[in-house]
């Protein structure tokens, strides 16, 4: 399973918790969709940069009635940057929920405070 499907599993499995948010953090391209007949398919145009979130902010952000906690996802071998793990460490001593989820149940334990 990829990382991606992982997040999406996981979103799906909070959402019955509280609302779930998926981040982009970095920076990236955003522009207009437009068909092409060129390519047989959907391009972007008018290309622009946009800065999301800081580097290393967690992959989900979870609310309900406690706060907000963070959740890093990764799949089973998936690395933690030093950003990520700084970004983490920085929220718990907070006193945030924050961590990292390789499975649901991991997330589940992240925002019901567990790890």
Known sequence: MTEH??????RVALSQY????R????????GK???????GGYVLTALSRVEGLPEGFSDLLFIDAQGCAFI????KNGRLRDKQKNFLDQMQSMGHRAG???SIEDA???IQGGQ
């Open 5 to 10: 499907e992982l997040q999406n599993r996981i």
């Open 18 to 21: 509280g609302l779930v948010f």
């Open 23 to 30: 981040t982009n953090a970095g920076s990236f391209w955003q």
């Open 33 to 39: 969709q437009s068909w092409s007949r060129e390519f």
């Open 72 to 75: 890093e996802v990764k799949t």
């Open 100 to 102: 990292v989820a390789r």
């Open 108 to 110: 589940i334990k992240i």
